[in-house]
């Protein structure tokens, strides 16, 4: 019997690769949803063709009251919540799901909205289904590095890690999800503190393989109050840069004035820079990188490092957010069945299972690098 997986927001931009994805995997019955008839349609009789099955479409408001009835209607057995912004939204979708007896999964890489959705788990429990938020490259993704390498390790002392994106634009409102906490507080950890910066503040250079040299600045993510109790680690960060230095100067400067107060309400900004950065990402090169830096003692009790990369060519870099939902959808439509709970979506998948999901070696390589204090 076939997976009957729901997409909300199917023709979107995160929404429309996994789309794409899932439209030609093998046991699973693809119905995308949205608010707009005509982009909805459109995305389903585009998607007809690579599938060559039926590809069905849901109009309607996956927040409103009757989505619980719509799920059940439609035999659906897994939601993919790639709605964004997260910040600020509540969990009607997730509580729909539960209601409905739905497994659940989102895309969400806000901290709040991830590190909240504990709130629903004894809900999910007691209806025996899975509540997964996060499912993205933060923290699903970097977790699943992470996890692919602890074996090397006795301790985990550090944890830096962020995403350099390629020139081109996401949607608008991903844009307006990372500019939300522009020039507002982030909470990280140093040395065992609680140690405060600033949202797309402290401007560095990094040098990064395939990539050349990308600005990077503070920013939020739910892996922060993830990691510590998960891998014990002590110091922990997390930055990200446009593909543009422009972009990441552009960035800085609005949070220089949300600081001030001298701009109030950041979402006419968000707008803005979106347009702005429409019109210069034909100036990119298409690279865009993960990495992660993890530093403590191996086994031997020696100091070691470990520098993973996942980098994506050609504009790929959005596949790289898109696809551990994708790789989720997979295992389970072979089989695999999340433990019931509302919980971040770490340690669900593997490094493999997300590359394979993905299939494409040309594109998308990982690469990890261990030095110990001999060198």
Known sequence: MALRVLVIGGYG???SIVCRHLAVMPGVELVISGRDPHKLQRKVDELRPLSGRVCEGWCGDAMGTEFKSVLIKMSIQLVIHTGGPFQGQSYAVAESCIDAGVNYCDLA?????????????ARSKQAGVAILSGCSSVPTLSAAIIDQQRYRFTRIDSIEHGISSSAKMPGLSTVEGVLAYAGKPIKQLKHGQVHEVLGWQDLTLRKMQHLGTRMLANVDVPDIDIFASRYGAHTLSFKAGAGLKLGGVANYLLAQAMRKGMVRDHAPWAARLHRWGLWFERFGDGKSAMYIDVQGLGVEGKPLSMTAQLTALNDKGPEIPSCAAVALAAKIAQGYSPEPGA???VGEITVDEY???????D???LSVHFSDEQG
């Open 363 to 365: 594109n998308l390589s």
């Open 343 to 345: 919980r971040a979506c």
């Open 109 to 121: 890489d806000c901290r709040t909205f991830v590190s909240g959705i504990g709130v629903l788990d």
């Open 355 to 361: 590359m394979s999901a993905i299939n494409d070696p």
């Open 13 to 15: 931009n995160f929404g």
